[in-house]
């Protein structure tokens, strides 16, 4: 019963130093509250408008610096951005390895045709050589070449008939040669061939000169530090242009409450 009655008084006293306190708790007047919350408003508002500004003025600068750089890629590689130049690199790579494919391939092909084309010459001239007939037109040849020399100049009529006869034995010589030279005509389509190599070779050995300067000049150290800056300098603006957004909802709902 002691300890019930301790209890009790416990819970009185406890009551009243709750019911003095709040006697003695200053009252706070409304008006004066939301004079003060205007207030803390107005200053909330104050920093949001100045922040904006800030970021605004940063963002335009940003978008120089930015316009300069693209500008610099244009005129390095005719390109608009470093979002640019690597799409152009990948495949400019793999065509510059195709080029060097290609090269090779029709550089091997025209040392082979100019090969043959030497064997079958050669071959030619070892049976014109060891030709009996070929032999003996030679030897006509030679002999009315210097019939042709013995008549005087005034003899007209006589080196006219030796001139005749000289061209139509050159004509049986080369024709028994045409005849001997077996690979005459695949010569002719040999030499076709190495014309059409020989262009083609050139054409690709310039495109892959081409190909390589421009892609030496897409890896120099110089244009990447400008893609990496170009590229820092274009995710900048987009965050500056994002915080420039919610600045201008949070200001713009400031206005609508007042």
């Not at 009655?5 to 003695?24: K, Y």
């Not at 708790?25 to 949001?48: F, G, L, N, S, T």
């Not at 408008?49 to 890629?73: Q, Y």
């Not at 030279?181 to 690709?204: D, P």
Request: with cysteine; proline share 2%; aromatic share 2%.
């Amino acid at each position: 019963m002691r300890w019930r009655n301790i209890g009790l008084l416990t819970v009185a006293l406890l009551a009243l130093g709750h019911a003095v306190m709040a006697q003695d708790k200053p009252k706070v007047d409304p008006q004066e509250r939301e004079r003060e919350e205007q207030k803390a408003a107005a200053r909330h508002r104050d920093e949001i408008v100045r922040t904006l500004h800030e970021v605004k003025a940063e963002f335009e600068k940003c978008m120089d610096e930015l316009a300069k750089a693209r500008a610099e890629l244009a005129e390095l590689t005719g390109l608009r951005d470093s979002h640019g130049v690597r799409e152009v690199v990948g495949p400019l790579q793999i065509d510059v390895q195709r080029l060097r494919v290609e090269v090779a391939g029709l550089a091997a092909r025209k040392d082979a045709l100019e090969m043959s084309i030497a064997k079958a010459a050669a071959q030619g001239r070892d049976l014109a050589a060891a030709d009996p007939i070929a032999r003996e037109l030679r030897k006509l040849v030679t002999l009315r070449e210097s019939v042709l020399e013995g008549f005087a100049k005034d003899s007209h009529d006589a080196r006219s008939v030796a001139m005749a006869q000289l061209v139509d034995t050159r004509i049986k010589l080369e024709e028994r040669i045409a005849i001997l030279h077996s690979g005459a005509v695949s010569n002719a389509k040999f030499a076709e061939r190495l014309m059409e190599t020989t262009i083609s070779l050139a054409e690709s050995q310039a495109r892959l000169k081409q190909s390589e300067v421009l892609l030496a000049k897409l890896r120099s150290p110089q244009l990447n530090m400008l893609m990496e800056r170009e590229h820092n300098l274009s995710r900048r603006s987009d965050r500056l242009s994002k915080q420039i957004e919610s600045l201008e909802s949070a200001e713009f709902q400031y206005r609508l409450r007042r």
